[in-house]
């Protein structure tokens, strides 16, 4: 498996994910007991808590579950449905005759961008899971006052990858004289 994810990516970029959020469910775990009956559940723009609830299992470990979620689930799919497969074809969401027309070349090309480009996606959504998770906590615990500008810069570059990976596949999806078979 990591052979074949090599050819793409990084693997440690998966590592790297897995180690950011084991370190955030341990970090919660270990931070549970000293939590107040009160912690903060929703952050305003500017990062600042605007909404708290009591302290349950579901108000302090949900974000953690989905962000576990999102995470295996992008993995996954990027694995099983874009690397793994022999024939990236079946996958490219384009009318058939439109695939039919274009270059093996042209097909790895659009492979490689939506991996790539998941990869960072899947890394990104990570680390703002994680650093609301660790604002989540120390707002509750005292330790800072909200979440700062972190998760907005995250979803600027979350904006920003989709962004560019709508151009990448676009741009290799066109046929030209070059490339029609």
Same mark, same amino acid.
């Given at each position: 498996m990591w052979e074949k994810i090599s050819r793409f990516y990084p693997p440690w970029l998966d590592v790297a994910s897995a180690v950011c959020l084991g370190f955030v469910w341990f &970090?919660?775990?270990s931070r549970y007991g000293l939590m107040p009956d009160k912690i903060p559940t929703h952050f305003g723009f500017g990062g600042m808590p605007d909404a708290w609830s009591v302290k349950s299992f579901s108000s302090i470990y949900m974000m953690l579950v989905i962000g576990t979620l999102v995470w295996l689930s992008m993995f996954l799919i990027? &694995?099983? /449905?874009i690397i793994k497969p022999?024939?990236?074809?079946k996958f490219i969401n384009l009318p058939q005759a439109k695939k039919d027309a274009m270059s093996g070349e042209q097909i790895e090309a659009i492979r490689q961008a939506t991996v790539q480009g998941m990869v960072m996606i899947? /890394?990104?959504m990570v680390l703002m899971f994680v650093l609301i998770q660790y604002g989540m906590v120390n707002t509750a615990l005292g330790m800072q006052k909200g979440l700062g500008w972190g998760v907005n810069i995250l979803v600027g570059a979350l904006l920003f990858e989709t962004v560019w990976l709508t151009w990448k596949t676009i741009s290799l999806s066109k046929l030209d004289s070059r490339t029609k078979r």
């Open positions: &970090y919660t775990a990027n &694995y099983f /449905l022999e024939d990236p074809r899947n /890394l990104t």
